[in-house]
């Protein structure tokens, strides 16, 4: 099993930044994929960043230039920080761990970010 626990949420002005952090513990060993994803009232939960194990990044379209994903493997933590936010930004946003060959996937609690405008 693996324990996500995510922090940084919170309320900020349109243009503000916020770091979000996601904290893992337990068979942290095999994670392939760690995600940072959003969901908003009334829409599906949506891909925002995502890190590979090799390093590698992907973005949403809407966040790319403005939102990085990064890792510290020493203290088992990804962050998502992000700037230049924007009212869209409001949702609650999980981090997700994926362990590929054993088919499992690990949600946190969520954080809520809320931007104002």
């Known amino acids: 099993q693996v324990q996500l626990v995510e922090s940084g949420g919170g309320l900020v002005q349109a243009g503000g930044s916020l770091r979000l952090s996601c904290a893992a513990s337990g068979s942290t060993f095999n994670i392939n994929i760690i995600g940072w994803y959003r969901q908003a009232p009334g829409t599906q939960r949506e891909l925002v960043a995502r890190?590979?194990?090799?390093?590698?990044?992907n973005y949403a379209d809407s966040v790319k230039g403005r939102f990085t994903i990064s890792r510290d493997n020493a203290k088992n933590t990804v962050y998502l920080q992000m700037n230049s936010l924007k009212p869209e930004d409001t949702a609650v946003y999980y981090c997700?761990?994926?362990?590929?060959?054993?088919?499992?996937?690990?949600w946190g609690q969520g954080t809520q970010v809320t931007v104002s405008s």
């Open positions: 890190i590979f194990s090799g390093g590698i990044t």
């Open positions: 997700n761990a994926r362990k590929v060959l054993q088919n499992e996937d690990y």
